[in-house]
Structures are given as C-alpha cells and as structure tokens.
C-alpha cells in the first residue's frame, strides 16, 4: 500500500474544499486529492512529499494526500463510519484542520459538521458519535485558540444570513477562506473574516 508520495508539483486546484494536486514522481503523475493542510505544503513548479492512502473501491482507486500521519489517521476514522466515504471524509478536511474535527467531535458540535458543504445534520451527528472517544489526543492539542476560531466563524456566518446570503453560500464561503488562510484563521478579526468572506461571495 502507497504511504507516501515526493515528486515536483504540476499543478493545484480547489476541488470542491479539498484541494487536487497533481504530483509528478519519476516521470509518473499522480492525481492526488489533499487536505487543507496538505494543500498549503503544494506549489505548482516545487518539490513536495505527501502522506498518502489509496482507497480502492468499485467506483475505482484514489489517492487521497494528508499533511501528516495525524490528518491520514483521522481521514481512516472517518472513513469506517458508515455511510462516510473518501471523498466526503475529505471534504471535511478540505473545511477544517484535524484539530478543529477532534475539537467538534469531542465537544459534540454538530453545526460544525454541518456547516461543510455536502454533509447534512444526521451525518454531523453521526460524526460526533463516533468520532468522540477516539480524537482526545488531537483535540487537547487543540487549545482555545480553535474554540475563538469557530466562534468568530460562527458569529460571521450568521452576520452573513442576516445579509440576505442563503446559510450553505455563507458557509462555502467562509470554507474557501478558512482553507485559504490555513491554520491563521484564529489570528484575524471578526470585522476581518467578515470582509474576506463578503469578496469571495461577490466574486471579487
């Protein structure tokens, strides 16, 4: 089973929250569907090595790429929930860090699921359930720093419905920029969110 990938980056594209990567390793290209975190390490043109785990099923085989052992870990604890398959696991972790899932999980934050495009309530439900006695490492490593993340993410998203934005638009919004910003999401502004999410809703 493949574990890892280095190659030089051809290419990086957002794929629906995750990102797609194509890595070319000794004259091979492989399509690679990332992490937020993992995307942040690919720059079209330079060398990058990714954790990676195929998935083969009917439908065919992916390669799925993680930041670390932690994301691939947490990918696989998803992925044998029932009804959550490898592309909806990274979707997740296209909107969110590992961290950010342990944290809703363990405090059952089911909105927090709920918010990433494509997964609805009993899904985010299913989540909490079964996620929560198996994240405690990740999510003490989390901190209160995520906590003020999601509450000023939160607190945006809502800003943005009174707006008139429909709640899934708001929320793919505010996934966009989370992935763009990375794991600096914490360090801006509700008053700043609030601005990057309104250009990434106008097309701006």
Do not use: W, Y
């Not at 699921?113 to 439900?125: D, H, I, S």
């Not at 079964?130 to 490593?141: F, M, N, P, R």
């Not at 966009?176 to 914490?186: E, H, I, N, Q, T």
């Amino acid at each position: 089973m493949i574990r890892s990938l280095r190659g030089t980056v051809l290419s990086v594209l957002s794929a629906g929250g995750a990102v797609s990567v194509v890595l070319d390793v000794n004259g091979l290209g492989f399509d690679v569907l990332c992490s937020r975190g993992a995307g942040t390490l690919c720059e079209a043109g330079r060398e990058a090595r990714l954790t990676v785990h195929m998935q083969v099923s009917e439908a065919g085989a992916f390669l799925f790429g993680f930041a670390d052992e932690t994301e691939r870990q947490l990918f696989l604890k998803m992925t044998a929930i029932k009804g959550i398959g490898g592309r909806t696991a990274m979707a997740i972790l296209g909107a969110m860090a590992a961290s950010e899932v342990a944290l809703a999980a363990s405090t059952a934050d089911v909105g927090a699921f709920a918010r990433v495009p494509g997964v609805g309530r009993k899904t985010a439900e299913r989540l909490c359930l079964e996620l929560k006695d198996g994240v405690a490492g990740i999510e003490k490593s989390a901190g209160q720093d995520l906590r003020a993340a999601r509450s000023a993410a939160g607190t945006v998203e809502e800003a943005l419905v009174s707006l008139g934005f429909s709640r899934s638009a708001a929320a793919s919004a505010l996934s966009v920029v989370r992935a763009a910003l990375a794991d600096g999401m914490d360090e801006m502004t509700e008053e700043a969110l609030l601005k990057a999410a309104l250009k990434e809703l106008h097309g701006a």
